[in-house]
Each structure stands twice: as structure tokens, then as C-alpha cells.
């Protein structure tokens, strides 16, 4: 797909944020196992140059692999992602990269959870201690399958 496609893409990514945050795992696991894509976590998805592969980031995986973005194209969260997508799925790549951070409230609200179930998130759950990702072990996906299941416990 090509970027200037992404606008007629309809957002079908997961609105409860435990399933989101498992597709994306998913997506990752297959972007490790594709020697076009390396695992960067300050890029969503950009070929840094023509002889490398495209680095992608936990949000980027989801493009690369779930939304089927062309390896060629750049897409980045600074760009203008309203050109390109609906706004429901720009919340949520958004709110992936607030979640592999541990800033599980902020993804919330920027998934636009309402207030009313964000206000039972238990403390423990707002912040949370997420390993960084490393190629060489399992750390960071323990982490945010922990997420997950947390969250996925408690509704969401």
C-alpha cells in the first residue's frame, strides 16, 4: 500500500487497548523475522538509506505489517498523519508509543478511553516500568504482554 492509499484506509486495529498492544506484538515478532524491517524505537516506520533495511518502531510494525505500508515509504508521528489516515488510527499508533514507554494513562486518553473508566485505573497502572527493546532478548515483550494482561483484567 502505497502512503497516498492510507487515507482510504479504514482504521480496523483493536479499540480495546490489551488487544491493540497483542496485535502489535504479533506485528512485531513478524518484522524481526523479515530482513527488509530492523527494530528501531525512535522510527515509525523510515529507510534511513537506500541500502539499509526500513527501521520501524512497536507503532511502525503495526504499519509495516497489519496496515501493509510500502517499504519504501516514510511515515513518521511528526508528520501531517491527518493527510494520510483516520484520525482514530493516528490515536492509536500514538497511544502504542505511549504504552512501550509505560505511559499507560497517557495512551489511554490519547485512544480516547473515557474519563469515567480512565478514573478506575489502579496507580499501579498509570506509569509502568517497561524494559527497553533489545533484539537479543525477551524483556521488552514480557513487559508488554504483562501490560496487556493487566489491562485486559480490568476491562480494557
Not at 528501531?40 to 520501524?56: A, E, F, Q
Not at 504499519?63 to 516514510?74: C, M, N, P, Q, Y
Not at 473508566?117 to 496507580?123: F, G
Amino acid at each position: 500500500m502505497q502512503l497516498h492509499e492510507l487515507e482510504t484506509y479504514q482504521d480496523t486495529l483493536p479499540s480495546v487497548p490489551s488487544a491493540l498492544i497483542r496485535l502489535a506484538l504479533s506485528d512485531l515478532k513478524k518484522v524481526e523475522a523479515d530482513k527488509r524491517y530492523v527494530v528501531y524505537m525512535d522510527h515509525w516506520h523510515s529507510i534511513l538509506s537506500n541500502d539499509r533495511p526500513c527501521t520501524v518502531c512497536l507503532a511502525g510494525s503495526v504499519i509495516a505489517k497489519t496496515i501493509g505500508l510500502d517499504i519504501s515509504e516514510i511515515i513518521e508521528p511528526g508528520s501531517n498523519l491527518e493527510e494520510f489516515m483516520v484520525m482514530s488510527l493516528v490515536y492509536k499508533l500514538k497511544a502504542l508509543d505511549c504504552f512501550r514507554i509505560g505511559r499507560v494513562l497517557r495512551g489511554l486518553v490519547i485512544m480516547n478511553i473515557p474519563s469515567e473508566i480512565r478514573s478506575n485505573l489502579p496507580e499501579n497502572l498509570k506509569l509502568v516500568d517497561i524494559a527497553t527493546y533489545r533484539p537479543y532478548d525477551n524483556f521488552f515483550n514480557r513487559d508488554m504482554e504483562k501490560l496487556a494482561s493487566d489491562l485486559q483484567e480490568i476491562g480494557l
